[in-house]
T-cell receptor, first 119, second 107 residues
Framework: GAVVSQHPSWVICKSGTSVKIECRSL??????MFWYRQFPKQSLMLMAT?????????EQGVEKDKFLINHASLTLSTLTVTSAHPEDSSFYIC???????????????FGPGTRLTVL | KQEVTQIPAALSVPEGENLVLNCSFT??????LQWFRQDPGKGLTSLLL?????REQTSGRLNASLDKSSGRSTLYIAASQPGDSATYLC??????FGTGTRLQVFP
């Protein structure tokens, strides 16, 4: 099956610093990538959807200036958490789909996640 | 606004039992529904994807059904094993996650 990788798998940083998380589709072209956040014992919450070459679409309540998403190529999307604070500590998961939008015939493939801890 | 609910929230069963996990969604106008498993602290593994035009999908001991009109999907796990222990999530239209069912299968 299709493989999506994330780097780093975990990161610890000081409050006020910025952290970049990479999401790569290894064996397919990801037209659309999604970024999710998961707090302990909760389900995944969609943060934003990005199509290659376009600006990301953010879900309500997600600050676009704080969570910068770049999807510059068909195999790479990055999420940068700017000026991170302890409340940003979470499990961040990306997914990638070869289709654009809500195609009925394509699955989305998830990365293994990145655990961010902000001290 | 689409809402996805899973029942039960948690389930603990002995090995060998057949299981039924339920997923309900409020808006029946969906494109697809997907079932995932998530192991603690890890990402998601896709189990089954059901398109809106399909009624069910099967993979090994897993069978997922979809009834759009009633807003329901069921994941059936036959002859459960300890390795099936995980959180099971249903996802509507790739974007909206259910609340999850934490499954524990004990030997």
């Amino acid at each position: 099956g299709a493989v999506v990788s994330q780097h780093p798998s975990w990161v610890i940083c000081k409050s006020g610093t910025s952290v970049k998380i990479e999401c790569r589709s290894l064996d397919f072209q990801a037209t659309t990538m999604f970024w999710y956040r998961q707090f302990p014992k909760q389900s995944l919450m969609l943060m934003a959807t990005s199509n290659e070459g376009s600006k990301a679409t953010y879900e309500q309540g997600v600050e676009k200036d704080k969570f910068l998403i770049n999807h510059a190529s068909l195999t790479l999307s990055t999420l940068t958490v700017t000026s991170a604070h302890p409340e940003d500590s979470s499990f961040y998961i990306c997914s990638a789909s070869p289709s654009r939008g809500l195609s009925s015939y394509n699955e989305q493939f998830f990365g293994p996640g990145t655990r961010l801890t902000v001290l | 606004k689409q809402e996805v609910t899973q029942i039960p929230a948690a389930l603990s069963v002995p090995e060998g039992e057949n299981l039924v996990l339920n997923c309900s969604f409020t808006d029946s106008a969906i494109y697809n529904l997907q079932w995932f498993r998530q192991d603690p602290g890890k990402g998601l593994t896709s189990l089954l994807l059901i398109q809106s035009s399909q009624r069910e999908q099967t993979s090994g001991r897993l069978n997922a059904s979809l009834d759009k009109s009633s807003g329901r999907s069921t994941l059936y796990i036959a002859a459960s094993q300890p390795g099936d222990s995980a959180t099971y999530l249903c996802v509507v239209d790739k974007l909206i996650f259910g609340t999850g069912t934490r499954l524990q299968v004990f030997p």
